[in-house]
T-cell receptor, first 112, second 110 residues
Framework: DTEVTQTPKHLVMGMTNKKSLKCEQH?????MYWYKQKAKKPPELMFV???????INESVPSRFSPECPNSSLLNLHLHALQPEDSALYLC???????????FGQGTRLTVV | SQQGEEDPQALSIQEGENATMNCSYK?????LQWYRQNSGRGLVHLIL?????REKHSGRLRVTLDTSKKSSSLLITASRAADTASYFC??????????FGTGTSLTVIP
């Protein structure tokens, strides 16, 4: 299984809602990532988990809260988002440093 | 910004021609990777070149890396319509993180 699975594929949420994005991989990868991508822009790194511990937080606002419950699963909890947070949220995993990453198909988030 | 810069921003070629994209970056790296993205969905890894390597090939892809100039290039030979996509370089640092360049939009005309 060489897939990274993200759910849901699409999400529309209001600014007062709480929602979660889910990412799963069964490749035994020890590093997992969240990226945010706006239209016609490159992906921007948000968080990196290494061995289930948060190792990088790229100064992301606290309304985005990551969680890594186990080595296969990565969540991104969303609360009180703004319309400008509407974007494609991409999850990725890699075996470790200096290796390629595998990306999921993303969750397209719209905040209304 | 952690981003690399890519040029050109957009490239349009005829099927069968070669396409060359360039990536420049500012910090020291462990590796440089190239990814392809179709229609704003998931990214697909194409090739990784480590900082102690100068050139790498994979099928119709050829990547070069010049760490003294902090630059890399991706050459796609004998392009096909299916190669139409956005291409991003990504600089790999210590601690597992990697940062994407600004991207090149490639259109291959049949």
């Amino acid at each position: 299984d060489t897939e990274v699975t993200q759910t849901p594929k699409h999400l529309v949420m209001g600014m007062t809602n709480k929602k979660s994005l889910k990412c799963e991989q069964h490749m035994g990868h020890r590093a997992m990532y969240w990226y945010k991508q706006k239209a016609k822009k490159p992906p921007e790194l948000m968080f990196v988990y290494s061995y289930e511990k948060l190792s990088i937080n790229e100064s992301v606002p606290s309304r985005f809260s990551p969680e890594c419950p186990n080595s296969s699963l990565l969540n991104l909890h969303l609360h009180a988002l703004q319309p400008e947070d509407s974007a494609l949220y991409l999850c990725a995993s890699s075996p470790g440093s200096n290796t390629e990453a595998f990306f999921g198909q993303g969750t397209r988030l719209t905040v209304v | 910004s952690q981003q690399g810069e890519e040029d050109p921003q957009a490239l349009s070629i005829q099927e069968g021609e070669n396409a060359t994209m360039n990536c420049s970056y500012k910090t020291s790296i462990n590796n440089l990777q190239w990814y392809r993205q179709n229609s704003g969905r998931g990214l697909v890894h194409l090739i990784l070149i480590r900082s102690n390597e100068r050139e790498k090939h994979s099928g119709r892809l050829r990547v070069t890396l010049d760490t003294s100039k902090k630059s890399s290039s991706l050459l796609i030979t004998a392009s096909r319509a299916a190669d139409t996509a956005s291409y991003f370089c990504a600089t790999g640092r210590t601690g597992n993180q990697f940062y994407f360049g600004t991207g090149t939009s490639l259109t291959v005309i049949p």
